[in-house]
Structure formats: C-alpha cells, structure tokens
C-alpha cells in the first residue's frame, strides 16, 4: 500500500478516535427549564397554574448554592398583600445517588402586590452538600407562599415532572458510599473536594468538550507526522 494511502488511513482512524471520545465525555452538569402543573389549597379554595421552573448550581466548597427560578405566577393574591410581608419556600427533591430533599426559599416581597393579581414567586435559593458521590437529580416539589402571618398556599406538582437539574457530585472527603441519604438547607459546606465549577448550560459543556476533542485529535496527528515521516524514510531506502 503506498505511503500517502497509509497515511490517509491514519488520520482517519485518529479522528475517529477523537470523536468517539467526545461523544463518551458526559457532561458534568445538565439543566433544563420544566413546566410544572401546580395544583394548590389557599384560603380562599383550590387554584392550579401552570409554570416554568428552572433549577441552577454553583459550586462553593464542598457544597453548592442551588437555585429554583420561577417564570410565571402560580397563585393570585386575593388581598392587597403590602410590601414584606409575603415570602415563598419550596422543597427540590433528589434523585438518583442521594435521596431527600433540600430546601430553597425567596426574600419577602420589595413591593405591593394588589389583589387579584398573581403572586410573584421569583428566585430561591438555598444549599445542598452532598453526602455520596455520583449523579444526583433535583425535581421540583411542594411550593408554599407564606403571607400575613400564614401558610396562604400550598401548591403540589401534579404532572410528575421530570429533574430540572441533573449533577455529577463528590462527598466531602470523597467518599462513594458512606453517609447519610438527603440534601441540607444549612449553610454549613464542609471542605472542599477541588473539582470544577458545574457546567450546567449547554454552551460551556460543548466547550469543554471541543477542547477535549481538540487534544485527543492532536495527539492522533502528532502519531500520523510520525508515521509519515518514518515510511518516507523507509522508502528512500
């Protein structure tokens, strides 16, 4: 077979490489906005709604900051409720390595909200700190709007939704199996474990991919110079 031919040959077999070990890198973190049907028991009877929740985290130690946003309303107030005085919590529950729940919760109000209009939930926040290593899953669950002193909703998914967030996570002190099973609404992180900030949009994970794919395909390259180099020697002589 003629030198260039083989060489061809090559290279071809290190892209394949290249790309199969793209396609095999998972990404650390997966996110994805849910419709989430809420059924929920007010003072004033039964409401539903329908509305997109998005779930984030950021890495902070050995613990993460984890973040439910809310895109739409899910009750109406049927009282003026003035500023402050209304402050929402939620549960996220996990999946996957570990089970339980965490706890998020958003800031009292920053204005009036009129009756008759619909409450909004906006951002909560909260912190979970792993206590076993693998793949961990955040599904919303129940949604509460605390207001005037009470429990004024309490709204439930209906529609089993799927995880919003999907996280590769290491114990603290890296441990695989040991400890206990739920998530904490403490803000007590523990060491850090050193890994990497989660990519949780999809942008930075074909980032890190493509650089991924970029070496491995470099590496094929340096093997085909090598080669080439070696036949053309070899037939010279």
Not at 74 to 84: A, F, N, Q
Not at 111 to 136: D, E, F, H
Not at 148 to 158: N, R
């Amino acid at each position: 077979m003629p030198y260039r031919r083989r060489t061809a040959c090559a290279l071809t077999a290190a892209v394949a490489v290249a790309g199969s070990t793209v396609l095999l890198s998972a990404p650390a973190a997966q996110a994805e906005v849910i419709d989430v049907n809420y059924a929920c028991e007010t003072k004033i009877g039964p409401k539903s709604a329908v509305s997109p929740v998005d779930i984030k985290a950021v890495k902070s130690g050995g613990a993460y900051t984890i973040t439910m946003s809310f895109e739409k309303g899910v009750s109406d107030s049927p009282v003026d409720l003035p500023k402050g005085v209304m402050t929402p919590r939620a549960e996220l529950v996990l999946g996957g390595a570990e089970s339980g729940e965490v706890q998020v919760k958003g800031v009292p109000n920053a204005a009036l909200i009129p009756a008759n209009t619909p409450i909004k939930i906006g951002q909560l926040t909260g912190t979970y700190t792993p206590k076993k290593s693998g793949r961990v899953t955040f599904t919303a669950g129940t949604l509460t709007v605390h207001a005037l002193g009470m429990d004024a909703a309490v709204c439930k998914p209906t529609n089993s939704p799927r995880p919003a967030l999907e996280l590769d996570v290491t114990a603290a002190g890296g441990s695989g199996g040991s400890g206990g099973s739920g998530g904490s609404d403490d803000s007590s992180g523990g060491t850090g474990t050193g890994d990497e900030l989660p990519k949780t949009g999809p942008l930075d994970s074909a980032t890190a991919l493509g650089t991924l794919g970029g070496t491995v395909l470099l590496t094929g390259a340096a093997g085909v110079l090598w080669l080439t180099r070696r036949t053309a020697r070899h037939t010279a002589r």
